[in-house]
């Protein structure tokens, strides 16, 4: 099972065509897949979008009241998934956004590296379509602002909001923390998720995608300057919570096949 995670809020505008992609490309690819969206307190029509989907598509929607942030819609979606699978040793969650700026077509991508045995799999994106050269620059230098603090191996876009994760690697490392797996906002908690899973992760990959934001329907909420002093402050809060050591055995790739039990 293919769990999507898609945290949203007030993106009435793409969020529905957005799943209609994702179904067209598992469509072509066929694998079993869940649809899991946060609505984050939205304020505009995005669950009225939502509601036809559910009828139509595998598709779950948590919606909650007031907004809680990205990291908090990160975080509960993917303890969803981790609370949905029974083969976490072979099902993965994919995270993406749902404003357009993450392609569906990589989603094969990302699965063939989980089926070949990669643990986590991370789209590192290259703009298109971004008008604003402080978001670009920002986008092009944020990992090195958390440099010495966080780190993982073979990933050097540790920002990016798109990634597969096998679910027993995350699985393990919401189980070695006792509260919240995620301390940090915005692009630092997708660094944060990447550095705190790849601890229980055999092996790390990458897949080279392109950012669109030029689909959107809306203003980026990106502002450059306090994007970056977030990154810089949250050097410290994730010295203060760092990951746990790596256990001492790597959980195996695949879930044992059942055996068949004579009669």
């Not at 072979?90 to 990302?110: K, N, Q, W």
């Not at 997708?190 to 689909?215: G, M």
């Amino acid at each position: 099972m293919i769990y999507v995670c898609i945290p949203s809020r007030n993106e009435a505008p793409t969020v529905g065509l957005l799943l209609w992609k994702i179904r067209q490309v598992f469509a072509a690819f066929p694998r079993e897949y869940q649809l899991l969206v946060l609505d984050d307190g939205s304020t505009d029509s995005t669950a009225d979008v939502l509601e036809p989907y559910a009828r139509v598509l595998p598709l779950t929607v948590i919606r909650r009241t007031s907004a809680q942030g990205y990291a908090a819609s990160v975080e509960e979606l993917l303890r969803k998934a981790v609370e949905l699978t029974d083969r976490p040793k072979r099902d993965a969650a994919i995270l993406m956004h749902a404003d357009f700026a993450h392609s569906p077509h990589i989603v094969p991508d990302l699965v063939r590296r989980i089926e070949s045995g990669a643990d986590l799999v991370v789209a590192e994106g290259r703009l298109a379509g971004e008008p604003s050269r402080g978001h670009r620059l920002l986008r092009r230098h944020a990992p090195a602002l958390l440099r010495g603090v966080v780190s993982v191996p073979a990933v050097k876009d540790l920002v990016s909001g798109y990634a597969a994760i096998r679910l027993v690697a995350l699985r393990n490392a919401i189980r070695s923390h006792a509260g919240h797996l995620l301390h940090t906002e915005g692009w630092a908690a997708n660094a944060e998720l990447f550095w705190r899973t790849a601890r229980y992760a055999r092996r790390v990959e990458t897949v080279p995608s392109i950012e669109r934001h030029d689909l959107r329907s809306r203003s980026s909420r990106i502002r450059p300057w306090e994007t970056a002093t977030g990154l810089w402050a949250a050097r410290r809060v994730l010295r203060a919570s760092p990951v746990p050591p790596a256990p001492s055995e790597p959980s195996p790739r695949r879930e044992a096949e059942p055996q068949a039990v004579a009669p």
